[in-house]
T-cell receptor
Framework: DGGITQSPKYLFRKEGQNVTLSCEQN?????MYWYRQDPGQGLRLIYY???????QKGDIAEGYSVSREKKESFPLTVTSAQKNPTAFYLC???????????FGSGTRLTVV | SQQGEEDPQALSIQEGENATMNCSYK?????LQWYRQNSGRGLVHLIL?????REKHSGRLRVTLDTSKKSSSLLITASRAADTASYFC??????????FGQGTELSVKP
């Protein structure tokens, strides 16, 4: 079955650590996106990529980095520069913004 | 930047009643989409309406779009307990990415 997979489901980060969240899709979608969701809030765009080897910053890119070396994969690294990383992270993919997005089930990141 | 604002923030109804949620936005759009999110899960795409469309139906869902007022509404008819979730509108403008609103939390009581 086609879909989008995020891993891990839960992640704990110590102060000063970098952590990487995985996002893989087998839908043959060109575009992929990372959003952050805080409790009771909407989604805020971190980074997006419309084609392999290219990506753009969203509204809250500071403290995050991404890569898009393969069409299927769009990993997100939360660096130590991100001062408040505790949140629910959602990855999505699409044929483009004229189509609906398919979301993964999310990664809940907690700083310990 | 948050483009859409949903209203109300929370809505509680009885099973069988209709639920209406509204979304307002600020800039011109190419399309507007509605999503559902069950607690602690990813979002599920419900319906997309293009800027040149005024109304669209999908099963028990009806979406309207008024570009002159920069607003949209989502109507869920004959609601069920399983419809309990948060509902988000999202707008797509020239930038090629979706901007989401804050969401409406719907509770349907059996």
């Amino acid at each position: 079955d086609g879909g989008i997979t995020q891993s891990p489901k839960y992640l704990f980060r110590k102060e000063g650590q970098n952590v990487t969240l995985s996002c893989e899709q087998n839908l043959n979608h060109d575009a992929m996106y990372w959003y952050r969701q805080d409790p009771g809030q909407g989604l805020r765009l971190i980074y997006y990529s419309q084609i392999v080897n290219d990506f753009q910053k969203g509204d809250i890119a500071e403290g995050y980095s991404v890569s898009r070396e393969k069409k299927e994969s769009f990993p997100l690294t939360v660096t130590s520069a991100q001062k408040n990383p505790t949140a629910f992270y959602l990855c999505a993919s699409s044929f483009g913004s004229w189509y609906g997005y398919t979301f993964g089930s999310g990664t809940r990141l907690t700083v310990v | 930047s948050q483009q859409g604002e949903e209203d109300p923030q929370a809505l509680s109804i009885q099973e069988g009643e209709n639920a209406t949620m509204n979304c307002s936005y600020k800039t011109s759009i190419n399309n507007l989409q509605w999503y559902r999110q069950n607690s602690g899960r990813g979002l599920v795409h419900l319906i997309l309406i293009r800027s040149n469309e005024r109304e669209k139906h999908s099963g028990r869902l009806r979406v309207t779009l008024d570009t002159s007022k920069k607003s949209s509404s989502l109507l869920i008819t004959a609601s069920r307990a399983a419809d309990t979730a948060s509902y988000f509108c999202a707008t797509e403008n020239q930038g090629g990415k979706l901007i989401f609103g804050q969401g409406t939390e719907l509770s349907v009581k059996p």
